[in-house]
């Protein structure tokens, strides 16, 4: 089965930050269904009582969820992009559901820019080098297990 954003942050946030499992479902689903909309008003909300994306960035949940978000978007895109010459109706599906190509397909090379994406996406979130670097590692690890199961 291909993991879509959803499960793969679901895998990651059981992993990374077990604690948070009880309000995934509420605190990942606007950056979920609206990813754009979610980090903007994150990145612009500057209110008296101080919340704000470090206020966010204190649980995991919303970072994994745009992450998860931007990988799995970056590889439907490139999937996309090298199949399009050749007319892929699959790959297109695949992009529309915003889901991963099959894992079995994935070269080491595709496992090493799915982790610098993660890593560069969380980096620009505001997470510090090494989180960032443990959340693309395990990202990577998610979809290996995924991939084995």
Do not use: C, N
């Amino acid at each position: 089965m291909v993991p879509s954003a959803r499960e793969l942050a679901h895998d990651l946030v059981e992993t990374l930050a077990p604690e948070e499992l009880p309000s995934f479902a509420l605190v990942a689903e606007p950056y979920l269904t609206d990813p754009r909309r979610a980090e903007k008003q994150l990145r612009d909300h500057d209110d008296p009582m101080g919340f704000g994306l470090g206020d966010a960035l204190a649980m995991a949940t919303p970072v994994i969820a745009l992450v998860s978000g931007s990988v799995v978007t970056a590889l439907s895109d490139s999937v996309a992009a090298s199949v399009r010459d050749a007319g892929g109706k699959l790959v297109r599906k695949l992009t529309r559901k915003k889901e991963l190509p099959p894992a079995q397909e994935w070269t080491p090379e595709q496992l090493d820019e799915i982790r610098e994406v993660a890593l560069a996406r969380a980096l620009d979130l505001g997470m510090k080098k090494a989180k960032a670097e443990t959340l693309a590692d395990a990202l990577v690890g998610a979809l290996l297990r995924r991939r084995d199961k």
